[in-house]
Structures are given as C-alpha cells and as structure tokens.
C-alpha cells in the first residue's frame, strides 16, 4: 500500500517522507507490529522460540530452536505468515508420477478417478452384469474383471485418488518449509470441513483443500468463505447444490409454455429408455431436477459452524431465509457423458433461454431459473425481491462481517493456538482486530502472540497433540524419511483420528479429551515404539545420526541426550530419574540387542485393501528402506528403546 | 476427585501378554468373572446404549400411518401397510414398522421390545451438536455440565472394582460418558494391548517406562487415561477372545455397529463386570435422497435393526441380564423437503429391548399431525421427554433409586414401561 506514495509532491510528500523516515519503505509492516511480550510473562528467550514452534509448526525439527533464536522470533514468525519460503525439496518428494492429481481440475478427476456410480454404470455399460445383477459386483471374480475393464479404459478407481490426498497432507505436514501455513490448512479445512465419507462429494476434497482452502489460509476471512461456499465440495457435501426454488419468472412461464413441456416429453422419454445405459442415473438426475424445494443443510451450518457460532443469535427463520437466497447455488456438470450433460443437451435452446442469467466461476453455478427470486430478510436487513446471485454474495458478506462470527472464530484460532479454554480478554482483543482488519487472519494471528495470555506460562504444553500431529511431530524431531505416507495414516487412523473422514460437518474437536481415551492412549505408546524401533515400513530412521553418531555413554546420558534432542526446553529432569533405574537393570541392553538379531519382524500389513495398488509400486523402494534397519551396529537398539519411550511419554503428546 | 495411586501393581511385565508378535493378540482373562464365585451365579446387569447421530427420522421409522396429514405433507415418503405403499409392519393399526426392522419384529410380537414415539428434548435447538450435548449431559438447558448421564449412574451403582464397568466400543469417549467414574473408549478390542512387534524384552521396558511416565506427567488427563488403560490390560492380559465365541447361528453384520455390539456381547460373556456399554450408528441426517422401501435410509435402519437381532440372539444365555436403550438427538421435518429428504425437525422415537421391558406396545402422547398441532407450523411436537425414558430405564434395570436425580431440574415422572417399575 505505502508504495502509491512514490512521488512526494508539496505538502502531502513531505508528510509522507517525515512518515517514511520513521518507517523506512523495506520495512514488512506485519513484522513491525509483532512485539512478543514473552519476557514480561517471566520466559526466557529459548522457551520462547520453543513454545513459537510447538504451536505454529507441525513440531520442531532438531536445532530448530537454534534457528529461530539466530534469525530473531519476530523475524521468524513474520516469515512464517508470509508463507513465502521456498518449496522445491518438498516438490521434490511430490513427483507428478506419484501424484498426478495434485494438478487436475475437478473435470479431468472425475474424467479419470471413477467413483462407485461410474464404476458401476461401466460394468453394465459394458455388460459385464445387468443392472437386476449389481449384487454379482461383490464377488471377487467379478470385482477383478471390473477393475480390468477400468484399468483398459484409462481409469482408476477413487481410493487412488484418496491416497494422493492423504499422502500429500502427510508429506507437506512434515517437510513443508511454510510449516505455519500447513498448519492453517489442517485447521480452516477442519472448520469448513467436507468429508470422504459422503459419496457426491468425494471427487472433489483434493480440489477442495487445494484451491478453496490452501491459497487463503492467511487472507482475509471472507475470502475463505465465497471459496468453500462456491465449490462443488461443500455445495455437495451440505447439499446446496441441490437446494431449488420455483418462485421466478422462468419456472412460472415453463409452466405454461408447451415448447417446455414437449422438452420435458422428450426427457422422460430418455430416461424411460432401458436402452440407455445411463438410465438409471438419469432417472435420479430427473427426480432431482423435478424436486421443488428448499434444503436448509448449509443455510443451518454455515451460520452454526463457518461464522455465527450456535449462539449467534440466529432464529429458524433466518436459517430458512438464507436458504432461499442460495437456491440456484450449485455445481455446472462435470462429466461431458454424465446424466446431467446429456439433460442438458436434451433441454437445448430452452434451457439456454433461462440461462443467460446464470453465473459461472470455475465450477460453481448459480442456476437462475432455481433462484427464490422473493424479499427475503435476514438477521434484521432487507433483501429486496430479484436479488440473484449477488443476494447470497452479499449474505455471506453480511454472515463475514458480523460481530459474533469475529468472536467465534477468533475463539477457535485461540483454542487452537493457545489453549483449550482461552480468556475472554485475549478472544476479545483477537475479535476486535478482525473487526478493525475486516477480517485479516494474520492481523489476528499478530495480535494473539502480542498479547500476554499466548505466553503465560501456564499455557505452555497445554494443548494436546491429535493424532495427526503427534506422527508428524515425531518424523519432524527425528529426521525420519517417509517413503510410504500411507503407513504414517494407518497409525494416525488406529490413534483415533482418520484424516478426511469425519463424517459431521464440525470436523474433529479440538480438546484434549476427545483425543485422548483408554484406547487411543495405548496406540500412542504402540506408535513411539513402532516409529523408533523401525516397524513402521516404508519410514527411514537413523537415531545415532540425531546426535551426530556420538554415542552416549550410558543409558541415563542417553535419555538425557534425546530427550533434549527431542523435547527441547522442557525439564526432564523428573522422567530421567525414574526411568534410569530401569534401564540400568544389568545385561539389559545386551538382551534387547539379542532379541532383535534374533527375530526379524513380519512386515505390517494392516493397511487395509486402499493401499494396494501403492504397494506393488512401492514393494522395492520398501525393502530398501527396512533392508538395513536390523543390521544397525553399536547400541542402536537401545536408542531406538529411549527414542520410543520418548515418543510415547506423555510429555510428547503435549504440545 | 480420583486419588492419585501409582500404577506399579504387579510390575511392568503384567502388561505384556507373552505372545505378541505380530497379527492379533488373544485375550486370555487373568481369571474369568474373577469377582464372582461360580460362572454365571453373580452376573451383572447391563445397559447397552445405542445412540444413532444424525437425527433418525422416527416418523418413517415407525410411522403413524393412519394419520392423513402426514400421507399429504410427505406424499413421496409416506408408507403404511398396503402392499403399493411399501408394506410396513402394522403394529397397533395405527403405527407401523419399516420393513428394514422385520428382524426386530418378533420382539415385539414376544414383549420385549418397547417403542417410545414423539420422544426428544424440552430444549428446541435443531442443531444437531447442541442437541447431541444435551440428551449426553442429560441437562437440556444447561452448557455447564461437566459430566454424561451415564457416567452419573455408573456413580450410583454399588462399588466395584473392574475397570470395564463403563465401556464404549468407539473411537473417542462420548460426551455422556464423561465424569469421574472411570469409562474406557476402546474403537477395537483386538488391538487394545501395549505392543512391540517382534521383541518381547523391549516390551517389557517400554510398558515399564510408560507406567512411570504416565504415574507422574502433570497432566491430569493423561494421567488419568493411562491409569485407566493399564488396569484394563492387567485384567485382560494374556487373553483368547476364541473362548468365548459367537453362539451357534449368530450372523453380525459386518458394519461398524454390528462390530460394536459383537464386542458389547463378548465382553458381557467374558463376564469382567460390565454394566453400562455404549456404542452409536451413523448415516441418519438424511437431507437428501431419503428413500423409502429402498435406499440410504431403509439401509441403514437395516443395519441397525439385524445389529441388534445378531447381539441379542448372541446373547442367549445372559438376556435376563440385558436391556438395550436407543436414542437420537431430534427427529425430522414432517413434510420433505426439496431434495427428497427431510430437514431438522423435533420429536422423533426410540426403542427399548430387554426382558424387563413392558413391550409390544407403541408408548406415545402424540397429536394428529395437523398444521396447527406441529412446533412452529412444521415438526413433531415433543410429548415425551428423553429423560422420562432414560430414567425409567436405568431406574428399573440397574436398580438406581431415584434416577430422576441424574438428570438436575428434571422433574417428570418415568414411562411406565419396566416390569418393576
């Protein structure tokens, strides 16, 4: 902004370079407004630059704590909301060949990805069964011959475009430089969360996250609700796109008008056509154009969970009213031989008749003729009658700017960041600058760690990692190399959290007893010794080089060593105590070292049929990776030991 | 609050069964019923509780069917008992089951099986998590709650010292389990055991260190959890879950709930004191494309109804001993909406299945579904509350003198739909 001041001219220029003069035009002006009062709340300036990382990165990585000291804490997390580091070791490891997905448009995903009603419409297309003999589809023969048929085709089935997703968010999770950045992903896609586990929007999460999510985590806060409003994952997801209204002029006019009704002849027609293979699917596409009315599903939820908050201050009547305005808000078809292409091509003319007042952005249509083209009134302001698509523009610009959504969301950027139940006082603060900034994420994200409560001392380590961050924060302290991401959510999945799944559409609670349970607690431990013991395939691991290949004297010097290694600035001293009588016990090393040259370890295979086809391409790379883990010299079995205690202790669950 | 105690019971080793390595480990109780004398002679009452999340439609589950409002405000999911509108299982003549529940039907031809209709919460909120909140922490107008309301009767049971007398087969511990009682969330009892593949000495330092770690982190949660966890595995060490095997003919479905009730009814066998289980079903919110004698909905209710035929016929022998309590958090809009689905509506209904239950009889107060006798011109009114069911239940089956009391400011009195109540 302050470059438009480049020509001072008379009195205005002057003033401008008596202002320049205190803040010299190379100056960021986020960074200038940072000023961490982290001394003040009695911390030292390495516990601050812990803290810093464990609550904006997915979890340190070794001397980390170093580099943030030596480049300055405000320089650093000035760094980090620019999300501007470079990315060509992490593209690195994200080969197109890999992942192919990662840059294709929603057309070419479902061109190429089949979900199970294209895979279906094929096999029948191809009379491999008949549509009274679906059931034959269960059977193994029959599944094999499918996969086949799509394979000769060209194409591959979801779960392989489900594993590029998992993967990439592991990946990125662990190696991104941008570390902050990830962490808004993980977290803005959790509160506008769309799930795998609703058919009609599976096709589209990848998409979701890339282009809805991703690119606006550090924008303006509107930005990120048009973004996931407009596309076709949540419109599916929150069932948006199927939400319609007959109350305009068009449908009024189709009523009467016979040209219409020959068109809609000539469609039932179609889809009473058993020759066509499609026309079951058709028959579906119909019902649902032929439906008449209003779904409140993302009305309700985008004033419960995006903005308001449930005591927003909302009424029933509200819920109903923003659902009229988004009628019409849907998603043009993807699929050029899909049902709903061939619908339209059937409606010709007529239909383009209606359209010309549609709006197209990427993917997103607003259908005019199932727009509810009446007065609405929402939350007390006036929406005169034949608003079209600007009308649901403008709720959700009137939804971004209300006073409740910046307190509702300021408080869940404070629970994530801060702690679980955050001070009235600081959410306050954080809402009232995203007032001031119309919603500038990083304006808030700034005035939270200016404020004393994000260093109170009491706060540190009082989050509790989820799943998800618990396994990237151990690769990251380890400097462990992850050839197969899935394996890393096979375990993040049995500690309780499977990535893109949650079904409801508030995505996993962020409090510490929702992640920890009996169960899941006990996978934890499981998952420090699996992941430092070397059975987790496809995950590289070299624990002497952590510490340079200095090998420790003992087992106390050891658990020293690596809990400092891995848990910098914390006091261990306690833990070490009570865990170097056991591990002194006599001979001890010496039996665990024999045990493990005794037995080599059957390979995991607990992941479940979606890895399948990334087994097979992966099988070499995996043998290499283990091949060499057992044959480890010195004391590594012990240090994989401390390493996986650590890991399982319960102070590397906090964060 | 819980009194700290240090965990070093029988030493680390105890943790460890001997043969992990790799695949499955068996369970092999310490000592079946161990607290009891003699197999069977002190068996435990057991409320299992289903909670179906999603906001089950009761109107189509079991409809009113006689009621011509309801036939004219959804004419595209309406059914009733005549054979071309989907044949539902009449029940009394005016309500009637969905075909999908034809395995629970004899159940209620025999008197166990209750169904309580126009049931929900006093409180009129639609959202679905809000609502969750409520009939979990059991106070319909109170956020504040800390504790669930099963966990509060598991307070009110008589002492006993097993670490499984609350357990939830699911992947988190739900909101009504919370409380000071201790409660295990166990997503798979297969895999609920401390393992170090392949390397039973590192095993045994590991679950060592882990006591000791866990016996003093300053976070109550943690320490807590863990606490919880390593007493569970003492008593379930060494285990062979193969001794206690399904009962002849019993065929689960092979779905998450039906999973869940299979262990439900394995660990009532293995006899380790259990008394309140919990476990939930998914896929209810049916905005769209809601079906009728076919589709998402009669799906899923197919499901849950063959999960709960396959449990209670697995149970054989322990069904003196079982009541089964369902719940959901509202029910659904009486007319459909635009996308052949059903917004969120109000009441909708619950089952109760048990010997002790009154059964084959529809408990309700419902009003014709007239405009003018819907809650706002559009949802079922709410004629029983929750809490009227949810006490009776508890009340009678566990044997909790006045189990109103576990629900603050709730005054009511119980369905009368218990043997003894």
């Known amino acids: 902004m302050r470059k438009s001041f480049r020509v001072p001219v008379g009195i205005v220029g002057l003033l401008a370079l008596i202002f320049w003069a205190f803040t010299p035009p190379s100056t960021d002006p986020v960074k200038e407004s940072i000023k961490m009062p982290y001394k003040k709340m009695g911390l030292t300036k390495e516990q601050a630059a812990a803290h810093l990382l464990s609550r904006f990165t997915m979890g340190a990585t070794p001397q980390q704590v170093n580099q943030v000291l030596n480049k300055g804490l405000e320089n650093w997390f000035a760094e980090q909301l620019n999300g501007q580091l470079p990315e060509d070791d992490l593209l690195r490891r994200l080969p197109e060949a890999n992942y192919p997905a990662l840059k294709m448009s929603n057309e070419a995903i479902v061109a190429h990805y089949a979900n199970a009603a294209q895979a279906l419409r094929l096999a029948v297309k191809n009379q491999l069964v008949s549509r009274d003999s679906l059931q034959l589809l269960s059977k193994p023969e029959y599944r094999a011959q499918l996969q086949q048929l799509m394979k000769q085709q060209g194409l591959e089935p979801l779960q392989e475009l489900n594993r590029q997703l998992i993967n990439q968010k592991i990946i990125r999770a662990a190696y991104s430089p941008n570390q902050l950045q990830e962490v808004l992903t993980d977290f803005w896609f959790n509160h506008f969360n769309v799930s795998l586990s609703k058919g009609a929007s599976q096709q589209f999460v990848l998409t979701y996250e890339r282009d809805a999510i991703r690119p606006y985590v550090m924008g303006n806060f509107y930005e990120l609700l048009i973004r996931t409003a407009q596309h076709p994952a949540m419109l599916e997801f929150l069932d948006n796109a199927g939400s319609v209204s007959n109350n305009n002029e068009w449908s009024r006019k189709r009523e009467q008008s016979t040209a219409a009704k020959r068109v809609k002849q000539r469609i039932e027609k179609m889809a009473a056509d058993t020759n066509n293979s499609q026309q079951a699917a058709m028959q579906q596409v119909l019902a649902r154009t032929n439906m008449q009315g209003l779904n409140e599903n993302y009305a309700r939820e985008v004033m419960e969970l995006h903005t308001l908050g449930v005591d927003g201050g909302y009424s029933q009547q509200d819920v109903t009213q923003v659902a009229k305005a988004l009628t019409g808000w849907s998603v043009r078809p993807l699929s050029k031989d899909g049902p709903a292409a061939q619908l339209m091509q059937a409606a010709g003319p007529l239909a383009n008749r209606a359209n010309k007042d549609n709006v197209t952005i990427n993917d997103f249509l607003f259908r005019a003729n199932r727009h509810d083209e009446g007065e609405k009134t929402i939350l007390g302001k006036n929406y005169p009658a034949e608003g079209g698509y600007q009308e649901g523009v403008q709720v959700l610009q009137q939804l971004a700017a209300h006073p409740a959504t910046a307190t509702f969301i300021c408080k869940k950027l404070a629970i994530r960041f801060v702690k679980d139940t955050p001070t009235s006082l600081l959410v306050d603060q954080m809402a009232a600058t995203f007032l001031k900034t119309e919603g500038n994420i990083r304006a808030v994200l700034v005035t939270m760690v200016n404020h004393p409560d994000f260093w109170e001392p009491a706060a540190l380590r009082e989050k509790v990692k989820s799943p998800f961050e618990l396994a990237i924060s151990a690769i990251r302290a380890t400097g462990a190399e992850v050839m197969q991401p899935f394996q890393i959510n096979n375990w993040i999945t049995k500690m309780g959290q499977r990535l893109y799944y949650y079904a409801a559409p508030t995505g996993f609670p962020d409090r510490a007893n929702f992640w920890i349970n009996t169960g899941s607690l006990l996978n934890r431990m499981n998952f420090g010794m699996a992941f430092a013991t070397g059975k987790i395939p496809g995950v590289k691991l070299d624990v002497s080089a952590l510490n340079n290949h200095h090998e420790p004297a003992s087992a106390e010097e050891a658990l020293q060593v690596y809990s400092q290694l891995l848990l910098p600035q914390r006091d261990q001293a306690e833990n070490i105590r009570r865990l170097t009588n056991l591990l002194n016990e006599s001979g001890l090393e010496e039996k665990i070292q024999q045990a493990a040259s005794k037995q080599t370890p059957p390979p995991v295979t607990d992941d479940g049929e979606e890895m399948a086809i990334y087994k097979k391409q992966s099988a070499r790379r995996n043998a290499v990776a283990n091949g060499n883990m057992d044959a480890m010299p010195g004391n590594t079995g012990m240090l994989q030991q401390v390493t996986g205690i650590i890991i399982g202790s319960p102070e590397f669950q906090r964060r | ?421």
């Not at chain 2, 480990?25 to 002679?41: D, I, M, Q």
């Not at chain 2, 320490?223 to 689960?252: C, H, I, W």
């Not at chain 2, 209810?284 to 449990?311: E, M, V, Y």
């Open chain 2, 1 to 421: 609050m819980i009194p700290r105690r240090a965990f070093m019971k029988s030493g680390a080793i105890a943790l460890f069964a001997a043969g992990f390595q790799g695949g499955i480990p068996g369970f092999l109780l310490r000592a079946a019923g161990a607290e009891t004398t003699g197999k069977g002679a002190n068996k435990k009452k057991v409320l299992v509780c289903i909670f179906q999340r999603g906001a089950m439609d009761g109107l189509m589950a079991v409809t009113p069917f006689a009621d011509p409002a309801l036939r004219s405000l959804r004419p595209g999911l309406f059914m009733s008992p005549a054979e071309k509108e989907g044949k539902i299982i009449d029940l009394d003549g005016k309500f009637g089951m969905h075909p999908s529940l034809q395995s629970l039907y004899p159940f209620f031809t025999d008197g166990r099986l209750a169904v309580v209709h126009g049931v929900g919460s006093p409180n009129t909120t639609r959202s679905h998590f809000d609502a969750q909140d409520y009939m979990e922490s059991g106070t319909p107008f109170s956020k504040s709650t800390q504790s669930g309301w099963l966990n509060r009767a598991v307070g009110k049971l008589p002492e006993a010292h097993s670490p499984f007398r609350a357990v939830s087969l699911t992947a988190a511990l739900p909101r009504c389990l919370y409380g000071d009682q201790e409660s295990l969330a166990i997503a798979n009892l297969q895999e609920f055991a401390l393992q170090v593949r392949g390397n039973p000495m590192a095993a045994k330092v590991a679950a060592g260190s882990f006591e000791q770690l866990y016996d003093v982190t300053t976070n109550d949660l943690l320490n807590k959890t863990a606490r919880e966890s390593f007493d569970a595995l003492q008593q379930l060490k060494q285990a062979n879950m193969k001794s206690y095997p399904l009962t002849a003919g019993v065929v689960y479905p092979n779905t998450p709930l039906g999973n869940s009730l299979k262990q439900i009814a394995t660990l009532i066998k293995m006899n380790v004191g259990l008394e309140v289980a919990f476990t939930e079903s998914g896929g209810w919110d049916t905005h769209f494309n809601q079906g009728t004698l076919n589709g998402a909905f009669a799906r899923n209710l197919k499901d849950f109804s063959d999960s709960i035929a396959a449990f209670w016929a697995d149970l054989s022998a322990y069904q003196d001993e079982v009541t089964l309590l369902t719940m959901t958090e509202f029910g659904r809009t009486v007319h459909q909406n635009g996308t052949g689905g059903t917004d969120h509506g109000r009441a909708s209904c619950l089952w109760v299945l048990g010997n002790d239950v009154l059964g084959g009889k529809v408990y309700q107060q419902m009003k014709p579904l007239n405009k003018e006798n819907l809650e706002d011109g559009r949802d079922v009114p709410v004629t029983t509350d929750f809490r009227s069911v949810f006490s009776a239940v508890v009340g009678n089956h566990l044997s909790i003198t006045q189990p109103e009391q576990l629900f603050p400011g709730f005054s009511g009195s119980p369905v009368p739909l218990m043997k003894r109540s």
